[in-house]
Every structure is written in structure tokens, then in C-alpha cells.
């Protein structure tokens, strides 16, 4: 399975609709597993940034495979690593907002959102992975 506009689509609703739950606004951004940009989805009322940071966001989980959440903890025990990454690897942004999309075990893509509470913007997160799967 590959991503393409109209999944990405479908997941950021997915993800949007999350929010609303939540009471907040927030930016989805898509990315490929090699962390093109396929859709970013500002939400009406959030900062700035958020375009920028959800897809940093999700570019790290793409490129780890693991949720950005995983990440913020796997820096703890080398915060050197983690702290330095942003500098070699442009664009990428390990704090917590983003979950790999994965497809018969292989990584195809990344959703990463921001707005919220780090934990409001992975449960988004998580919520537009799920249409992958469901």
C-alpha cells in the first residue's frame, strides 16, 4: 500500500475529529515513509508554528518508525543523541505529537499533529494512523 491525497485526506479527518473530542484545535501533517509532505491541515485557531512542528513531528516518526512519544523517552538515556539529531537531520522534530503508519509491518508513512498537549496531539495522531488499519 502506498499513501496518496485521498488516504491522507481520510486521516486527518480522522485525526481533526479526534480533537474535537478533545475540545481543542489542531494542524495534521502527512508525510511518506521518507518524509515527503503529502498534506498539512491547519486548524482553525492554532499558533503558527504548528504547521512546521507536526510535520517535524512526523517526519521523526517516519524516519524511526516509532511513535515520537517512544522517542521523548528513548532520550532520556542518551540525551545527546536526541538533543543533537534536529541539527544533522533538517526538518525532523522527536517530542511527542506523531505515530508511524504501517502497513503489513513496513512503515509507509507518519501522521504528526500539534495544537494540543503533547499527549492530546499523539491520541490525534493515533486516531488518523488507525484508518490504515481499520
Not at 44 to 65: C, Q
Not at 92 to 110: C, E, S
Request: aromatic share 4%.
Amino acid at each position: 500500500m502506498q499513501l496518496n491525497l485521498e488516504l491522507a485526506e481520510k486521516m486527518a479527518k480522522a485525526a481533526r475529529e479526534k480533537a474535537k473530542q478533545l475540545g481543542i484545535s489542531i494542524t495534521v501533517s502527512i508525510v511518506d515513509n521518507a518524509g515527503r509532505l503529502i498534506l498539512t491541515m491547519r486548524g482553525d485557531g492554532t499558533g503558527f508554528l504548528t504547521p512546521e512542528t507536526s510535520r517535524g513531528k512526523a517526519v521523526a516518526a517516519a524516519a524511526f518508525g516509532l511513535p515520537t512519544k517512544q522517542m521523548v523517552e528513548l532520550q532520556k538515556n542518551n540525551p545527546a543523541f536526541w538533543n543533537a539529531l534536529p541539527a544533522f537531520a533538517d526538518g525532523l522534530l522527536p517530542t511527542t505529537g506523531a505515530v508511524p503508519i504501517k502497513y503489513n509491518g513496513q512503515v509507509i508513512g507518519a501522521v504528526g499533529c500539534g495544537g494540543g498537549t503533547g499527549d492530546q496531539d499523539h491520541e490525534c495522531a493515533l486516531a488518523g494512523a488507525e484508518i490504515v488499519t481499520a
